[in-house]
């Protein structure tokens, strides 16, 4: 098998595509693996759709499924593209909905299926958060300083919530956030709906304008915006390497 592992401004994925459909949670278990294979946040597998360009598979490092990734959206858009399965505009079918996607080079904008709100403004060890699902759910907590991103912390919300857990800092109107990520168990480098579960609550707040900067942990420049109520993600994406396995 052909393997590529792409890195969406620090989220890493392994990605290929086949024509059986079948449960790849073991698979994404091992070629995930760090040490042992060749290491990822997670797995995407794109299969044939009578509907829309593609279908996708996506799985988290540990093997379970997730219906939503959108730094994984903007992965395999790239690399769909690339390897002549679709045009540079695509509709492509998740578990949390359809999702457009277009590229542009080495950037990759996606179109966001609609979001949630769950819960707002509760409090919990000494915290403000509100439940967004933004194709999975995340814990948003406003913050004036990053640092206090709390990792015990974020595993006690996680396990209670079901839920990622994001930090989110506003400095001249633009976003810093930090996530905890579900199905990694671990503080990733960036979460794409992460940052957008943050932008929706800092937005309603008007803490920041309707298109923003935004920053996750690996320190790489995304957009977000909001345009006649749909939500869209923008940013690089890079093809590290291709490898058979």
């Not at 994001?166 to 810093?176: D, E």
């Amino acid at each position: 098998m052909t393997y590529t592992k792409y890195s969406a401004s620090g989220n890493d994925f392994i990605i290929f595509h086949t024509f059986n459909k079948q449960d790849y949670s073991k698979k994404a278990i091992s070629l995930c693996n760090r040490t042992q294979g060749i290491g990822a946040d997670g797995l995407i597998v794109l299969i044939p759709n009578k509907t829309y360009d593609f279908e996708w598979l996506f799985y988290n490092s540990d093997g379970s499924t997730a219906l939503m990734c959108a730094n994984g959206t903007r992965a395999c858009a790239h690399y769909a593209y690339n390897n002549n399965l679709t045009k540079c505009t695509m509709s492509f079918q998740t578990g949390a909905g359809i999702i457009y996607s277009e590229v542009s080079g080495d950037i990759v904008q996606t179109q966001l299926t609609k979001h949630q709100v769950i819960k707002e403004d509760f409090k919990e060890y000494g915290y403000t958060w509100s439940l967004i699902d933004t194709g999975v759910p995340h814990l948003v907590c406003i913050v004036e300083d990053l640092d206090n991103f709390d990792i015990n912390l974020c595993v006690k919300m996680r396990q209670k919530y079901n839920a990622n857990v994001n930090f989110v800092q506003v400095k001249n109107k633009k976003l810093f956030v930090r996530t905890f990520e579900k199905g990694v168990e671990a503080e990733t480098l960036a979460c794409g709906t992460g940052m957008v579960a943050c932008f929706i609550r800092t937005n309603e707040l008007f803490l920041v304008e309707n298109e923003v900067f935004v920053y996750p942990k690996s320190k790489e420049e995304l957009s977000i915006r909001l345009e006649n109520d749909k939500l869209y993600l923008k940013g690089k994406v890079k093809k590290v390497f291709v490898t058979q396995i």
